[in-house]
């Protein structure tokens, strides 16, 4: 009888080991943080579910080694950074293991293998790397791909736009704002199989392996688990079958390099350069929005004092219409809605510049606001002396600008220097759009160094200074103009 207990727990204990090997869970769920649209690897489908290879593979893992898993979909350079931060415990996303990667880090096995490669559409002329000269290629912020573009940018010579999720990367290309993108290879065949009119003109580049991370250091029984569940179900065939599901092969591996950012100074004398260009951009945008919303935004606070019912109704349309819809809203539709309703019905690419789409969403709603600030001011002129002036014969025109006009001036000036400040931390929004003002400018280097919370000190100090600065001088101004 012990012979045989014995016998069976030989035979039985190799296939425990083996077949249905388990790691210790530690808490009750881990937060998996991933990509938004990375397909076939995750992506929604038509029911508003994420799906694809990873999204099959880390339920299939979790169920095999018995844990708990909450899944949220950010993107990949928000996904990353939730897990530096510590919101989510892992992150899987078609992740490729780059050398500076492994720097801050925890990687699993391999799943599968990826090349990065260059996408155009149909149409394209570019054949060939030395085609993209004066170029703009997308690429999405933080990733493999955006490494390979920025150490071969002076080779090629071309620009580099950079999206914080694929969904609008794609949508950019196709638009015409963008020429072409950087992107896995698995990823932009998969989207031509699924129609997308795109080609992939030049063999792509190895950029390494794809594996499932965790924070350097922490949750070491999630790598332990997802190692073991990935083995079995290597071993019992489901894997295959997920792979099956979605798509066919890619290829080999590589690493990339990175400079110690690690200290304030790092950053700054890394980026210094990067940082004063993005600078210029938010204060042109600032600058020439604001001029415009002044114009415009007088224009409709006159209008909404006027004895003509008509012209009160037209401003307060406007007024409410832009001051109802989100400023990243309105950047949104102006840079990607707009085009592709033009094309829609013309056949023709119209894209707008990002810049420009940007000045006319920040113009449009600090003009709201400043026709508010316009008409407050006038109203709190009495109106006695609209009254007593007209009662004198004097005509409305003149009224306004010689009497009532000046005093408003006055009561107005305050509130346009505290529009001023908003419509300068507005432009922040605008980044959404892929503009690269100075916080796009920082996610971009947080996004290769992980460095968040230095970098988000420095750009708070950038706007303070500025902010500060330009306040000072608005007062001045204002005490000459008083
Ligand atoms: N393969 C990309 C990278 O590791 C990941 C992604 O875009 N989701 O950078």
Known sequence: MKKKILACLLILFPIFSLGIAKADTVKSKYIIASDSSFAPFVFQNSNNEYTGIDMDLIKAIAKDQGFEIEITNPGFDAAISAVQAGQ???????????DARKATFDFSDSYYTANTILGVKESSTIASYEDLKDKTVGVKNGTASQTFLTENQSKYGYKIKTFSDGSSMYDSLNTGAIDA???DEPVLKYSISQGQKLKTPIAGTP?????FAVKKGTNPELIQMFNKGLANLKANGEFQKILDKYLASGAATTSTITVDETTIWGLLQNNYKQLLSGLGITLALALISFAIAIVIGIIFGMFSVSPYKSLRLISEIFVD??????????????????PNFIESITGQQSPINDFVAGTIALSLNAAAYIAEIVRGGIQAVPVGQMEASRSLGISYGKTMRKIILP?????MLPNFVNQFVIALKDTTIVSAIG???????????IARNYQSFKMYAILAIFYLVIITLLT?????????IR
């Open 88 to 98: 989510a415990d892992g992150i899987i996303a078609g992740m490729s293991v780059t």
């Open 435 to 445: 503009l690269v003002e100075l916080f796009q400018t920082g996610k971009i280097i």
């Open 472 to 480: 000072r001088l608005a007062k001045r101004l204002e005490k000459r």
């Open 207 to 211: 950029i390494g392996e794809t594996a």
């Open 407 to 411: 005093q408003a001036t006055k009561l």
């Open 181 to 183: 993108v950087m992107d």
């Open 321 to 338: 219409v832009i001051r109802g819809i989100p400023l990243m809203i309105l950047a949104a539709f102006i840079f990607w809605g707009i």
